[in-house]
């Protein structure tokens, strides 16, 4: 795969371990000479973005505030835009 990626985790993410999962794509990338790669963990994070940490108790969910701007800007970076 030659194309640019970018992997996005949260570090609390319990359903695909981001730091296993970041060590076998790294790798598999290299392996096929790609070096087109951006790596964000966010470290309060879940699988959803969610903020779950420090822990707090009721009210609506709050998610990492540049997630979805992170990803629309490196879109548009990618395809020249």
């Known amino acids: 795969m030659k194309s640019p990626v970018l992997l996005?985790?949260?570090?609390?993410d319990e359903r695909v371990p981001p730091y296993d999962s970041l060590d076998a794509i790294?790798?598999?990338?290299?392996?096929?000479?790609?070096?087109?790669?951006m790596v964000k963990v966010y470290s309060d994070?879940?699988?959803?973005?969610?903020i779950v940490a420090p822990p707090r108790s009721g009210?609506?969910?709050?998610?990492e505030p540049d997630y979805a701007g992170?990803?629309?800007?490196?879109?548009?970076a990618q395809v020249g835009y």
């Open 45 to 50: 994070a879940d699988h959803s973005f969610a």
């Open 8 to 12: 996005m985790f949260g570090a609390y």
């Open 59 to 63: 009210g609506w969910p709050r998610h």
């Open 70 to 76: 992170l990803m629309i800007n490196w879109i548009a």
């Open 26 to 37: 790294k790798a598999a990338l290299r392996a096929a000479g790609n070096e087109r790669l």
